[in-house]
């Protein structure tokens, strides 16, 4: 019994993040009809279906729970009940949320407007849907199907199988709720991804910096008082010159690269210096100083 226990932080961050995700569900993604894929999207499906062609509505919540139900019991088959555990939370919540929160009033009226909708709806999603992933769980949905699938087809990315699961939802979506929908539902995927990408692994983004110079130990000397960062020098060929030279390597903060350009170019003004996002810095110290 103790192992099916997670930590309280973890399971604060399903908390949270499965408030904002179904808060986006049911205020923007839902009313609207975007489909950005995903169970939640097959579940705004079959409620509009449900409910203009049967008579009867299908809660999103039902088709949540439903459709998890059978991917979580082959995931435990496959992977183990300790593994999943959180995502098992992560479902529950989920679900019992998209019921309760339905009686929340929407406090963003956005008047219909499907642009403000997507954007509003891809950076709640990406929010929450980040916050799950940060506890270590999943929401389940396609995330599992697509884990279930990599062990049947090794030759895919997971990432692939998911936009492919994703994809075939939205086109779902495009044939109950109209192309012009479907193009904002792919507007909402975009920020989503985006958004996501910003919550698990932080915007405090660094520079790389490569350096060709006749100057490196002038300018590394500068580098490390100026700012100060450190460089490596590394061995480098010339393919055309075939001139063998030494080229500098260093990562600043973004803030600091106007700054790099600067002590660079003073230095030396016909350098030759390639600048790159680095989006992960490891290693004691730099992301404190980072920040």
Do not use: C, H
């Amino acid at each position: 019994m103790k192992n099916l226990l997670i930590p309280l932080k973890d399971f604060g961050l399903i908390v949270l993040g499965s408030l904002i995700l179904t808060l986006t569900i049911n205020w923007f993604l839902a009313p609207s009809g975007l489909v950005t894929g995903g169970v939640s999207g097959l579940g705004i499906i079959i409620e509009e279906i449900s409910t203009t062609m049967l008579g009867f509505t299908i809660p999103i919540s039902v088709t949540t729970l439903v459709l998890n139900i059978p991917l979580f019991v082959i995931a435990i088959l496959q992977k183990g009940l300790i593994f999943v555990k959180k995502s098992i939370y992560a479902v529950l919540v989920v679900s019992a949320l998209l019921e309760i929160t339905l009686f929340i009033p929407n406090l963003f009226d956005l008047g219909g407007d499907l642009m403000l909708s997507a954007l509003v709806a891809g950076v709640g999603y990406g929010i929450g849907i980040g916050l799950i992933l940060k506890s270590g769980a999943t929401s389940g949905g396609t995330d599992m199907l697509a884990s279930i699938l990599r062990n049947k087809f090794p030759q895919f990315p997971i990432y692939t199988i998911v936009m492919m699961i994703d994809g075939f939802i939205v086109l779902m979506g495009l044939f109950v709720f109209g192309a012009n929908k479907a193009i904002y539902a792919m507007l909402a995927i975009f920020v989503m991804s985006r958004v996501l990408s910003n919550v698990l692994e932080g915007v405090n983004y660094a520079k790389a910096a490569f350096i060709m110079s006749s100057k490196n130990e002038e300018i590394a000397t500068a580098i490390m008082e100026k700012i100060p960062r450190g460089s490596t020098g590394l061995k480098a060929k010339g393919m055309y010159s075939k001139q063998e030279q030494e080229m500098l390597f260093t990562v600043v903060a973004q803030k600091e690269i106007t700054k790099l350009r600067e002590i660079i170019f003073e230095i030396d003004p016909r350098a030759f210096v390639t600048i790159a996002d680095v989006k992960e810095v490891l290693g004691q110290g730099f992301m404190e100083e980072i920040q």
